[in-house]
Protein backbone atom coordinates (compact mmCIF):
# COMPACT_ATOMS: atom_id res chain seq x y z
CA UNK A 1 0.00 0.00 0.00
CA UNK A 2 2.86 2.10 0.50
CA UNK A 3 4.27 1.64 -2.62
CA UNK A 4 1.36 2.43 -4.30
CA UNK A 5 0.35 5.87 -2.15
CA UNK A 6 3.96 7.10 -2.99
CA UNK A 7 3.61 6.69 -6.67
CA UNK A 8 0.37 7.91 -6.91
CA UNK A 9 1.68 11.53 -5.04
CA UNK A 10 4.49 11.42 -7.84
CA UNK A 11 2.60 11.12 -10.33
CA UNK A 12 0.34 14.12 -9.15
CA UNK A 13 2.99 15.90 -8.69
CA UNK A 14 4.78 15.63 -11.71
CA UNK A 15 1.61 15.88 -13.69
CA UNK A 16 1.02 19.03 -11.53
CA UNK A 17 4.44 20.43 -12.21
CA UNK A 18 3.97 19.65 -16.38
CA UNK A 19 0.19 21.29 -16.01
CA UNK A 20 2.15 24.25 -14.85
CA UNK A 21 5.22 25.11 -16.65
CA UNK A 22 5.09 27.24 -19.69
CA UNK A 23 1.93 26.58 -21.15
CA UNK A 24 0.21 23.91 -20.21
CA UNK A 25 -2.16 21.73 -22.89
CA UNK A 26 -5.47 19.89 -21.95
CA UNK A 27 -3.99 16.56 -21.63
CA UNK A 28 -1.35 17.40 -19.16
CA UNK A 29 -4.58 19.14 -16.63
CA UNK A 30 -6.46 16.08 -17.87
CA UNK A 31 -3.60 13.89 -16.12
CA UNK A 32 -3.43 15.79 -13.33
CA UNK A 33 -6.83 15.52 -12.48
CA UNK A 34 -6.54 11.92 -13.05
CA UNK A 35 -3.88 11.71 -10.86
CA UNK A 36 -5.32 13.47 -8.20
CA UNK A 37 -8.63 11.62 -8.52
CA UNK A 38 -6.19 8.56 -8.61
CA UNK A 39 -4.35 9.34 -4.96
CA UNK A 40 -8.37 10.43 -3.23
CA UNK A 41 -9.27 6.86 -3.86
CA UNK A 42 -6.52 5.44 -1.81
CA UNK A 43 -7.10 4.23 1.70
CA UNK A 44 -4.91 6.33 3.28
CA UNK A 45 -4.61 5.59 7.15
CA UNK A 46 -2.15 7.22 9.85
CA UNK A 47 -0.18 4.02 9.93
CA UNK A 48 0.74 4.05 6.05
CA UNK A 49 1.28 7.96 6.09
CA UNK A 50 3.47 7.68 8.98
CA UNK A 51 5.30 4.54 7.29
CA UNK A 52 5.70 6.89 3.60
CA UNK A 53 7.77 8.97 5.78
CA UNK A 54 11.28 7.89 5.92
Known amino acids: ?3 ELLE ?3 A ?3 AA ?3 TEGD ?3 AEEDRCV ?3 KRLRK ?3 TMKVLVSTQN
Open 1 to 3: MER
Open 8 to 10: AFE
Open 12 to 14: AKR
Open 17 to 19: DAA
Open 24 to 26: PSK
Open 34 to 36: DAL
Open 42 to 44: LPV
